[in-house]
Each structure stands twice: as C-alpha cells, then as structure tokens.
C-alpha cells in the first residue's frame, strides 16, 4: 500500500474499534483490552475483561447474513458439542438481553451490523509444520464434521452448490464474468475456467445427490488451531462459511493450501499430503473415484471463489493488494486443466 492507501486503510481500522467497542456495551463485562486479529470480510478482536480472561469478538459485515442464518450455525456448533469430541468454541456469550447475536454500529454508520461475543480458544495455527500427520487430522476431522452434519437439520445455509460457488447471477460472493480492473482476454479466461468448473460440479452434483450435506466452507489451515496435541476448528470468522454443499469442496479448500505450501519446496509433497488427507477423511466417510477425480476442478473452483470474495471486497485496502495474484492463479490453473 501507498502512503494514501495505507492511510485509508488505517481509518478503516478505525471505524472497525469504535464498532468493536459499541459491540460491548452490550455484554455485563469489564473490558481492559481490545486488540484487532482480523479484518476481512468479518473483522474479529481479542477481548480481555478486569479478570484477565480472553473473548473473540466476531463483527459481520452489513447487510451480509441475516439473524436466523447466524443461529444456525451456533445451532451446528452446539450440536457438535453435544454429540462430539471435535475441539470447538463454546456457544456464544449471552448478552444483556439474553441474545447470543446483537446489533451494533458506530456513530458514524447509517446501518447496524451483527455481532458475537466468544470464549477464546487457545491453539496454535500451523503453516511451514505442516507434515503428513496434519493432513491425515484434518482428513479425519473434515470427515466427522460431515458425518455430524448429518444428524441436523439445517434450513437456510444453502450456499455451496455449483450456483453459488461458480455460477453467475447467484453466485454467493460475485459473477467472476464481471470483475473490474482487468484485461479483456484475462476476463475472457476466467469466464472460460469458471464455465468449466461448473459444468463439471452441475453435472456432478445431479449424477450423486447424497454426496452433498452440511459442510464447514473453509477448513484452510488458518482456520484451524493446535493446542495440547489435539486439532481444532474455530468457529469465529470461518464458521461463519458453513452451509449445505458439496463435501469434497471442503477437502478441495485444504488441498488447495497443500498446493500453495508445497510449491517450490522441495521438502514437501503435495501427493503425500493430499494422500494422507483422504487417508484421514475415509476414517469417517466415504471417498470413492468419482469424488477424487473431481478434486482438480473444485481446486480450481476454490480459486474462482478466491477471486469473487476478492472482487466482493476491494474495499478493504490489505485484502485488495492480492487481487491481481488471484487472477493469475485462477488462469494458470484452468490452461493446466486443458
């Protein structure tokens, strides 16, 4: 960023404290410190009451998900708590009004946003320790995730089918045939790789209807926390992509970080990995040819949605700087498709 930019960006931040801050007065807590984890599509803080004890604080973007799609996922993570042993966050704090989700907003905003408090989860994230047993665990928490999934009912998060993941008027985050800031035979090969992710995820999708359920959306290493030896998931900021869909999607999202850690690295194997992470993930569910021969085009689809989340949110001036490197990954795997 520029010296204009990073001063826009740095009000951004800004308005994002005094959102956070407002957010708080709803809670019967003494707050001693906020500080800013995360600021992308929800900006997420670490809170610290007078008794030194650490809350996440998740704020969502206007106008993004409504009330009741929330409580459906804090219905999920209540019943993997209820029905597992997978390490994720208690249900969110209750608020002065005895709501897990409240409205907020800064004084100098026109609309309110949505907003939770939770406890902290304790963990590590891991990148460049990433090893075959990491993949075969998270293989093998992916699976009971889906396998749980399955014992709730889930009415409103529909948002990981071929339509919403690459198609075009109801794409959940953005036609990549529209995107501004690019060339005409960029977008002329991204509309062409978006077309061809598509017609292999409809055609997919109609030909095996039971391998669609209630998935997580986004088990990318970032979103995934070590802590006493044991894995974990975190709700806050990632939870939030959980939704009804394709269940190799979700393997599809972490092999596609395996790719990124792997590439020029001469003392990791992308196949070990991705070996081990169906190796893991069978541990709990099926995983049969058609499902892996898929993998390449739901890899590319990954990076389709990248790029439309990106587009969604060129705004936010950190995540805007990785917009161009998107476009060219999404066209550099589509001609290694062909």
């Not at 209750?94 to 989700?101: G, I, L, P, T």
């Not at 949605?305 to 949110?313: A, F, I, N, S």
Request: overall charge positive; hydrophobic content about 35%; some cysteine.
């Amino acid at each position: 960023m520029n010296k204009s930019e990073k001063s826009t960006y740095l009000t951004q931040v800004k308005k994002q404290h005094l959102i956070a801050h407002e957010a708080l007065t709803h809670y019967p807590l003494k707050i001693k410190e906020i500080e800013l984890k995360r600021y992308a599509a929800n900006t997420t803080f670490k809170v610290t009451d007078s008794r030194n004890k650490h809350y996440q604080l998740r704020i969502h973007p206007k106008e993004w998900y409504t009330k009741v799609v929330i409580l459906e996922e804090i219905k999920w993570l209540k019943h993997i708590l209820k029905t597992t042993n997978i390490v994720v966050p208690k249900q969110p704090i209750r608020a002065k009004n005895d709501q897990y989700v409240i409205k907020c907003q800064s004084q100098s905003e026109s609309s309110s946003r949505y907003s939770e408090l939770f406890e902290w989860l304790p963990g590590k994230k891991r990148w460049r320790s990433i090893n075959m047993q990491y993949a075969f665990d998270l293989g093998a928490l992916i699976g009971e995730l889906h396998k749980n999934g399955q014992s709730i009912k889930i009415k409103e998060r529909y948002c990981w089918n071929a339509e919403s993941l690459v198609g075009t008027s109801k794409a959940k985050y953005y036609n990549v045939d529209k995107l501004s800031d690019i060339n005409k035979n960029q977008q002329s090969l991204i509309s062409q790789a978006r077309n061809a992710v598509y017609d292999q995820l409809k055609r997919y999708e109609k030909t095996y209807k039971n391998k669609s359920g209630l998935i997580h959306g986004d088990t990318q290493p970032n979103n995934i926390l070590y802590h006493h030896g044991k894995i974990a998931i975190i709700d806050f900021d990632d939870f939030d992509d959980c939704g009804v869909g394709l269940y190799i999607y979700d393997l599809a999202t972490a092999l596609h970080a395996f790719h990124q850690l792997t590439k020029g690295n001469k003392s990791k194997k992308y196949e070990e990995l991705e070996e081990a992470l169906f190796e893991g993930y069978s541990k709990h569910m099926p995983l049969e040819k058609e499902d892996i021969q898929l993998v390449p085009f739901c890899m590319l689809g990954v990076r389709v949605v990248t790029l439309g989340w990106l587009e969604r949110h060129k705004d936010n001036l950190r995540l805007r700087q990785y917009y161009g490197q998107a476009i060219t990954e999404v066209i550099h795997h589509f001609k290694k498709l062909n």
